[in-house]
């Protein structure tokens, strides 16, 4: 039962990860000009780039062809795990991709544990506490810090702990110290998220029945809060989790820019500038795939917290007459 | 009896606090409960007796507040009680038994560790030992297998079961003071009873006393040594059960009395106009060995299913109420949405005034609903919250195109008239109305296409008793004027009595039982509806509060 489950999800995850794909395809076709021109463009000598040549370059990478061809071309060699070669640099794009991965992975996978631990911690301390003034200051905080932009957080951080304290260095990808300031930088807006949500979930277990039977056996409030209620208010903040991880990737673009780090995001950005189709077509697949495995775990984790809940395929069950 | 009461409370009054003023809940109220003693106590919703019952253990809603009075447990103050010492005498000193046990236990933990918790969190036994303790506790509040039942979780049980691992907890550490609030209301009756009874027999083993809130006046008879009747934050009598209950002194008392279904002797229904051969030869509803199976979920075995419905027969005639009773989970719900064509049948066959619908399409389905309406259980959830009291009552009308915009509110008028409301509530919504008024706006809506039959699905049973009374009094009279057929489906054959025709048994899918209402109450001839009746409450006291 639970291997057919996890097939299921596998084929829908290959569905994902074509629908990826195309869409990010026809998007950058749609963009005005193509690779060789931006590459032409950004040639330090301004002498002008003789046209023959560039056709010729077209015509080697195939942009002469028409952009549907193209496509199936390019579809085609990714099925063998062929994601083709940077126009930029002429490396292959999977090489480049494994190479930024690890450290775009550490730096998520850190603000995402970060977020986790202080999100879930200001929601417990928000829901916990019995002034109302406290509660409220608390629960005000998750919305400025997914109102306030990631970089702004970024550029405050380093001015302060970098420039001002020099307690952590402002770029690079120098070891744990250097992993802390964009790791906490990804992890408020994130964090901010996960303490909203766990915040609501909690206050609304916290007013089951079952809360006042738990009470009622002589429990204090902080037994109720950790043995009773978190358990059951995780699950809205472990899916929210889970769709967020999109969010970290996308933001680790941003970050890994204001920080100088290597890493995908350096990559990315650096692909969308020139229009290296094949690579963004390969950070596109990747983070993809990334988001569809943290997804199909979030979802293998439910059961585990709920046992009201069943992986295998269900139609409704019998109605209570 | 022991001169030093085990509860004592003296003039308590809890309020609520709410947006604009603040709500008294509980007003001076005094009340004792001495060792060993079992204490009722009834009253409609809003009374205050859950609230009054919760103070003693001091677990109200975030915004209730004692405003006065005292509560002494065994020589303890408990109204101005720190936490600590409140957590001490809670689970273990006063064990409470919650009301609804379908959400008063954990979902995501064991019963057993559940019922162990107790026993931990009073440091009574080890970890190792409280597992086995929870286990014999458990087999003590009579779970079946029990070893088995403590490694499930709360909703691999049925509601009865649940009921019975909730005064498991309650009695675990041996306390001296039992709160039950209205520990079986959401129960069916037979499981009711057992549950009581074992109640009972665990309180006279044990020596503790019992502190029972329960909206239910013959559930008080039949258990209490004492009664206190609550009304509008207000204990307005008290006294030994026997002699309030055979010479009531309060006004409300009576009257309570008086509306309780199942003390009632049963009021004579009309006989039907039966010597019309035509109307018989031609029932409005005629249904055939009407199936219905649910799919269950995979399992290794293959598909499987079950059948709710399992070969169903019966008919209704015009003007007639037929009353299909049976508890939780025997089909009779699925059986009345069938009939509406809300559900498909997976066999059988239905006529409707002699037109088959077993299989009817989208517009002969819809010309049905003209003529067969429905009336749900929870007048709290079936009405649209953001309608108005006319526009739920012109609905009906307005997507039949019946009439305009001014006949259709002059017929809102009329139809509010004849369910008793003034036609000042035309323009309320829901939220401003009592559980009662609601049921009679839901009971309007129903009318509103002048309808052949009416399906009322529990229409009663989230009502309180008076107000129960009067809606069934209504449907009677309603069927008096418009010659509309119900079919009436209770768990409660107490209700059943009131205004049924025939009655019907249900039982696992299956009619066990078909006769008029006489023949069943006073010759049943299937084991389980003698079962169900010897499992009304007050029935002793029903005896002889009528001779």
Redesign the interface.
Known sequence: ?MRRYIAKRIAQAVGVLWAAYTLSFFILVLLPGDPVTAMAGQGMDSAPVDPARLEALRAEYGFDQPAPLQYLEYLGRALTGDLGDSVATGRPVTQLITEALPQTLLLTASALTLALLFGGALAMAATYSERRWVRQFLLSLPPLGVSVPTFWIGLMLVQFFSFRNAWFPAFGNDGVKGLVLPAVTLAVPTGAQIALVLAKSLSTTLD???I??????????V?VHLR?AL??AALPALTVAGLLVGALMANAVVIETVFSRNGLGRVTQAAVAAQDIPVVQGVVVYGALVFVVVNLLVDLVYPL????I?L?????????? | MVSEPLLQISDLAVSYRTRSAPVVAVDGVDLVVHSGETVALVGESGSGKSTTAHAVVRLLAGNAQIERGTIRFASQALEGASERELRNVRGAQIGLVPQDPAVSLNPVKRVGEQVAEVLRLHSLSTRKQAALRAVEVLDRAGLPDAATRARQYPHELSGGMRQRVLIAMAIAADPKLIIADEPTSALDVTVQKVILDHLQHLVAESGAAVLLVTHDLAVAADRADRIVVMSEGKVVETGPTAALMSDPQHEYTRRLLASAPSLQSPRPVRTLPREDSAAVEHPLLDVQDLVKEFPLPRTAAGPSSVRAVDGVNFVIHRAETLALVGESGSGKSTTGRLVLRLADPTAGRIQFDGTDITRSGHAATRQLRRRAQLIYQNPYASLDPRFTVAETIEEPLRVFRIGDKASRRTNARELLDKVALPSAMLERRPAELSGGQRQRVAIARALALSPDLVVCDEPVSALDVSVQAQVLDLLVQLQADTGVAYLFISHDLAVVRQLAHRVAVMRNGRIVETGTTEQIFNEPQHEYTRELLAAIPGQAVAEGVQS
């Open positions: 039962m089951e029945p079952y006042a039977t738990a009470k009622a056996k002589g429990a204090g409030r037994h009773h358990r059951n917290l709920d046992p009201r069943v295998a395929p269900t139609r409704p069950q019998a109605v209570a007459a």
